[in-house]
Nanobody
């Protein structure tokens, strides 16, 4: 089982980036997939999650309305479209998977996720 996050880079404030999470060894649609981020000097925080089965989504308040999580079952990929980026979005972003059908109260808890990909760095700066 392996997850690989990609798509990070440098963006200007107000710009967009799309992160990708590729899975090998299991089907993403059978797992809840989360995105977390860790900014310099801060703790890792949950950003978004898409639940297994019905695909219900969750977003942190800081990104709601700007980020969109989606899943392409045919490609076994999960994406995080990030629009209207702000300097405070600068962080290393991680994707992770859970065998649980997570509900909103569970998505922020890192211990609910079984596998983690390496991070991809997003820098928002002019």
């Amino acid at each position: 089982v392996q997850l690989q996050a990609s798509g990070g880079g440098l963006a200007q404030p107000g710009g967009s980036l799309r992160l990708s999470c590729a899975a090998s060894g299991f089907s993403l649609d059978a797992s809840s997939i989360g995105w977390f981020r860790q900014a310099p000097g801060k703790e890792r925080e949950g950003v978004s999650c898409i639940r297994s089965g019905d695909g219900m989504t969750w977003y942190s308040e800081s990104v709601k309305g700007r980020f969109t999580i989606s899943r392409d079952n045919a490609k076994n990929m999960v994406y995080l479209q990030m629009n209207n980026l702000k300097p405070e979005d600068t962080a290393v972003y991680y994707c992770c998977s859970s065998q649980l059908r997570l509900i909103a109260s569970e998505v922020r808890r890192e211990s609910n996720y079984d596998h983690w990909g390496q991070g991809t760095l997003v820098t928002v700066s002019s």
